[in-house]
């Protein structure tokens, strides 16, 4: 096929096979442009079952003698456990993306990768994804658009896997499924053109669905999930306690989205009033997260082209570089 | 006051001192890193009353005498009638940015002025405002993450000036305002993740507010208006014969709006749903898309530190440019 880049396809690599690397195998399959040269798994290469046939598994510890092959390496790995490595490592012979997500660690991951890829020569666009990532590009715009007013993230309804694995800790718990749903009045007196202080409590509510082994006291299981501390106890939280067949049959999707408002204000005394409003209804969280990591692999790859290098977010990355077409069919077509 | 321009302040100059000229005077007194040097005019500058006082006024004559004071200058013309010569002559001795919304002229205009700008060495952003602008990054954003898919653009409610003037252009119409209006169930359907097609008249209506003069019959006014090819014939059309006292009292606001939605899917039989909305409500058109041309103001002469040139379009600018702050702020605040 023809594209912009001398008649190449981007070659792309998947580190880590879980649901973000199968939504990445799938992301690539839509991008004409984009060809994945395999998935790369610590496990046993041969105990993996790709969602297409024809995706090669390779192990991990053959990445680096495949550096010439790959032109962007898309990181699955987990924030808690695997990024914060992982990222550094393929820094140093590969372009990467991740989806870094821990927010308080963004700028140690940030300097730490930048200093590999700088030393290295590569691109490594770090935090990419939904939020961090799109809910991040628009809380930028509204407010640098509009100086004056308020931004409001709100999440969901969808499951938390931090707030889900938190429940899961706690003794007699078997398996647990948490939904962060956000309060549809709040969001409604924001959008009328308010600008309400907000407590976490007026933000969002949490729902979850807990199964308890059978020697626990259920009240105490319940006890403990809404008083956590930093997790739950500042919110209304209600608890339901139901069978492992119920929770692997009515929540195992990965519905999840949200919102980020801007409530902002102009004119002479400032009261005359603007709404900017980004929303996203995901019906797999996984899913579009891969595809954006993918979208941002091309970018990462014409950046590398154009000879820059080092750590990168979506704020440095011009818009045009997640383009599959030129420019001037951009500014014909979409402007 | 600090900022990451050595302690400079962004100094701007204003052309056009109609309705977005005024927009721009306010929204540069709420960013704190930019002054205002003046506006420019054709009209005599003694006749014209500033909104603030210290707003200095200048022939637009003595412009090129003041290139050495002005950093950007944010061109408030018309795209009918001003823009596609003002942006060129401009282009010559300043960094400029417009807001030129002739569709279908874009690629045009951008050649025009980039020629120019590269010659002088100077930066021009072209098209800046929300449609051109905002909605085209998001047209841009949806279709590259959500490659199947449909996306959606709806104006409204809110004025269209194209249209109300194409009314003011009938015999016997001494003034008109036509509001461009969203089907609400169209919006709902996109919403519930189908990808309709959608005619014209499937997605817009249109309701004209008219002030006849005596002598003309209201019935043949209205029939031209309905049947008139390109602006109203495919749609369906109300038309309103009120006075001029109730035109100006009740429709001199210029409210404005839209949506921009894409109904995506991802997956291994393309059948995970997802929707991608992004959302204004602006009491102003105006004095919005004024604060969008100051962010990118700010843009501009970012972009001119660094010794790019050349004409560009919000595609081109990668976000972190209209934020006033420092990236690493930005990565640690925003991401």
């Known amino acids: 096929m023809t594209n912009i880049y001398n008649n190449k396809k981007i070659r792309v690599g998947i580190v880590g096979y879980g649901n973000l690397g199968k939504g990445v195998e799938l992301s690539v399959s839509q991008n004409h442009d984009i060809a994945l040269v395999g998935v790369f798994t610590r496990r046993n290469p041969k105990t993996i079952k790709t969602l297409f046939k024809s995706t090669k598994v390779f192990s991990i510890d053959d990445a680096d003698a495949m550096k010439n092959e790959i032109d962007v390496m898309i990181l699955c790995g987990g924030s808690a456990t695997d990024l914060l490595q992982q990222s550094i490592d393929f820094a140093k012979n590969f372009n990467i993306i991740d989806s870094f997500?821990?927010?308080?660690?963004?700028?140690?991951?940030?300097?730490?990768?930048n200093k590999i890829a700088l030393s290295s020569g590569h691109i490594a666009i770090i935090s990419v994804g939904w939020d961090p990532g799109l809910f991040s590009l628009n809380r930028l715009y509204a407010e640098s658009i509009l100086p004056f007013g308020a931004t409001y993230t709100f999440w969901g309804?969808?499951?938390?896997?931090?707030?889900?694995?938190?429940?899961?800790?706690?003794?007699?718990?078997?398996?647990?499924?948490?939904?962060?749903?956000p309060i549809q009045e709040a969001i409604d007196t924001i959008r009328s053109g308010e600008m309400p202080l907000l407590s976490a409590k007026q933000k969002h509510r949490r729902v979850c669905f807990v199964v308890a082994e059978e020697a626990f006291d259920k009240d105490e299981i319940k006890d403990k999930i809404v008083n956590m501390p930093d997790y739950f106890i500042d919110y209304d939280?209600?608890?339901?306690?139901?069978?492992?067949?119920?929770?692997?049959?009515?929540?195992?999707?990965?519905?999840?989205?949200?919102?980020v408002l801007r409530s902002g204000f102009?004119?002479?005394?400032?009261?005359?009033?603007?709404?900017?409003?980004?929303?996203?209804?995901?019906?797999?969280?996984?899913?579009?997260?891969?595809?954006?990591?993918?979208?941002?692999?091309?970018?990462?790859f014409k950046l590398r082209l154009e000879g820059a290098k080092g750590a990168k977010t979506v704020y440095d990355i011009a818009p045009s570089y997640i383009y599959p077409g030129s420019n001037s069919k951009l500014r014909k077509e979409f402007l």
Chains 1, 2 share one sequence.
């Open 157 to 181: 309804d969808g499951v938390s896997q931090g707030h889900s694995d938190a429940i899961r800790r706690i003794d007699g718990v078997e398996d647990a499924v948490q939904y962060t749903i």
């Open 266 to 300: 102009t004119g002479q005394n400032n009261n005359t009033k603007h709404i900017y409003e980004f929303s996203l209804k995901l019906e797999s969280n996984p899913e579009f997260t891969a595809s954006v990591l993918t979208a941002y692999a091309r970018a990462a």
């Open 101 to 113: 997500d821990t927010h308080a660690k963004i700028p140690h991951h940030f300097s730490a990768v």
């Open 237 to 259: 939280t209600k608890v339901y306690f139901i069978s492992k067949e119920e929770l692997h049959e009515k929540h195992s999707k990965m519905k999840h989205g949200g919102f």
